[in-house]
């Protein structure tokens, strides 16, 4: 299974940017897809997650009501739509997938792992 992410880059205050990732390798409507992010110096932290049908959705409570994530199970692909971005949401951002349902904001439940996009929001 290959996750590659795309969309990052630097932008400022209260700009929006659309991460992608596509999934090859396996089913991917199979897969509980999520966005976690690492900020330097700190631990990798959940973002956002959605389930297989994109009936259910899940978010970080500092990114609910400016960031949404969607799916599209024809392109094998998920997005994070991030508006409104503030300094605080600088970090690489990962996708990853998993197999099985459970705690969706645990990393170390997830099965695969993209390289990351580095997002950059100066203030």
């Known amino acids: 299974v290959q996750l590659v992410e795309s969309g990052g880059g630097l932008v400022q205050a209260g700009d929006s940017l659309r991460l992608s990732c596509t999934q090859s390798g396996r089913t991917f409507s199979n897969s509980i897809m999520g966005w976690f992010r690492q900020a330097p110096g700190k631990e990798r932290t959940f973002v956002a997650a959605i389930n297989w049908s994109g009936g259910s959705t899940y978010y970080l409570d500092s990114v609910k009501g400016r960031f949404t994530i969607s799916r599209d199970n024809a392109k ?24 099985t349902p459970g ?21």
């Open 76 to 99: 094998n692909t998920v997005y994070l739509q991030m508006n409104s971005l503030k300094p605080e949401d600088t970090a690489v951002y990962y996708c990853a997938a998993r197999r």
């Open 103 to 123: 705690r969706v904001t645990s990393a170390s439940e997830y099965n695969y792992w993209g390289q990351g996009t580095q997002v950059t929001v100066s203030s």
